[in-house]
């Protein structure tokens, strides 16, 4: 049974600490997507990797955060220094890449999460 | 600018009728739907999908409808169980834009009473 992995999925920090989420895509899935969960935003996207190559980290506040992926098992998401306002749910997503008729398709599969409360 | 919207926040329903979800998108560029189901302290869950290609798909008790010209589609839970309970969430995505991104509604509460 396939899945995402995601660690930790609990963190508690103190605002200036620096926070490391990982996230173990699906064996053969060639996307990675970062997502954040507010109860005011919804689910947010903050960065996503195609093939290990950042595509995407428009949504991501580039001052903080920083998004990586050392390896095709590996991706990484990093907050420093951190905030109170980042405390959320954290999700990442691994997806496979289909083309049908020159038009995209993909389905993204979530891990558990990472609940981040930064004091 | 909400693209995907799900202007339900909550759904309630008794065991074994049909639980209708709704959700209605803007972006005309939008060619790939889905449904995932959430529950309390855990991940989306992948439930069902449709291409624009067609109006309806099938799978067990879900069946998600498509309707192109109205921009909406809907989900249909037949019958529902109290483990259906849980938040769903409808996303939508680009085909032409080289990227898998998902943009998702809001979601709704779905409460299956037994």
């Known amino acids: 049974d396939a899945r995402v992995t995601q660690t930790p999925r609990h963190k508690v920090t103190e605002m200036g600490q620096e926070v490391t989420m990982r996230c173990q895509p699906i064996l053969g899935h060639n996307t990675v997507f970062w997502y954040r969960q507010t109860m005011m935003q919804g689910l947010e996207l903050l960065a996503y990797?195609?093939?290990?190559?950042?595509?995407?980290d428009s949504g991501m506040p580039k001052d903080r955060f920083s998004a990586e992926m050392p390896d095709a098992t590996l991706a990484t998401l990093k907050i420093q220094p951190s905030e109170p306002r980042d405390s959320a749910v954290y999700f990442c997503?691994?997806?496979?890449?289909?083309?049908?008729?020159?038009?995209?398709?993909?389905?993204?599969?979530f891990g558990p999460g990472t609940r981040l409360l930064v004091l | 600018d909400q693209q995907v919207k799900q202007n339900s926040p909550s759904l309630s329903v008794q065991e074994g009728r049909i639980s209708i979800l709704n959700c209605d998108y803007t972006n005309s560029m939008f060619d790939y739907f889905l449904w995932y189901k959430k529950y309390p302290a855990e991940g989306p869950t992948f439930l069902i999908s449709i291409s624009s290609i067609k109006d309806k798909n099938e799978d067990g008790r879900f069946t998600v409808f498509l309707n192109k010209s109205a921009k909406h589609l809907s989900l249909h839970i037949v019958p529902s169980q109290p483990g259906d309970s849980a938040v769903y969430f409808c996303a939508a995505s680009d085909g032409s834009s080289n990227t898998g991104k998902l943009i998702f509604g809001q979601g709704t509460t779905l409460q299956v009473k037994p």
């Open positions: 990797f195609r093939n290990r190559a950042p595509l995407d």
């Open positions: 997503a691994s997806g496979l890449v289909l083309v049908l008729a020159g038009r995209l398709q993909e389905t993204q599969y």
